[in-house]
């Protein structure tokens, strides 16, 4: 089945506002990446996480292995920061093998 | 900083023929090297990982093979495309954090 669920699958923000993206597991995971689809359709690295938090920029996301969840929140929405955003999680057993959410598209409105 | 380069950009082929995607490494020694797969619409999955030259392990079957001749580079192949190749592949590297490749684009007809 699948190990990874993620939402929303579609997120519509007004400039200047946040809000949060979510990955549940099925499993442990023991760790998670985010990542943001370029315009070509490849992937650009956000965050590698183990544990806790990280922050870059208006971004900021949070892995929790014991609940099982991580989160990516955005704020002060950009226009530039409308793409597909999807997390993918390695677990302990294999950390060669990633497991893909299936993405959140984000629109950001004037 | 590491760096991923695949080739072809694109490609479009004939059902039945063969296929070669090639995808290199540079700015990390021993790398973990990773190959995917996105039908159009469809969720990304992993086809195929190698920790080491001459290692290959497999993910998903999808009548493709992989070899790693090299450090630094990882093959994509088979010899009889199938519609249901088609696609866009990613190549992937790095250790326990992946970087992606720009991607093929692969039209099978």
């Known amino acids: 089945g699948d190990q990874v669920e993620q939402s929303p699958s579609a997120l519509s923000l007004h400039e200047g506002t946040g809000s949060a993206l979510r990955c549940n597991f099925t499993t442990t995971m023991r760790a998670v990446q985010w990542f943001r689809k370029n315009s070509r359709g490849s992937l650009i690295n956000l965050f590698y996480l183990a544990s806790g938090t990280k922050e870059n920029g208006r971004l900021k996301s949070a892995f929790d292995s014991k609940e099982r969840y991580s989160t990516l929140h955005i704020r002060d929405a950009q226009l530039e920061d409308s793409g597909t955003y999807f997390c993918a999680a390695e677990r302990g057993s294999n950390y060669n093998v990633l497991y893909f959410g299936s993405g959140t598209k984000l629109t950001v409105e004037p | 900083a590491q760096t991923i380069h695949q080739w072809p950009v694109a490609e479009i082929k004939a059902v039945g023929s063969p296929l070669s995607l090639g995808c290199t490494i540079k700015g990390k020694s021993s790398p973990n090297l990773y190959w995917y797969w996105q039908a159009t619409g469809g969720t990304l999955q992993q086809l195929f990982y190698s920790i080491t030259v001459g290692q290959v392990e497999s993910v998903v079957q999808l009548n493709l093979s992989a070899s790693r001749p090299k450090d630094d580079q990882f093959i994509l192949s088979t010899e009889k495309l199938l519609l249901s190749h088609s696609g866009f592949y990613l190549c992937?590297?790095?250790?326990?954090?992946?970087?992606f490749g720009p991607g093929t684009r692969l039209t099978v007809l």
């Open positions: 992937a590297g790095g250790g326990e954090e992946q970087y």
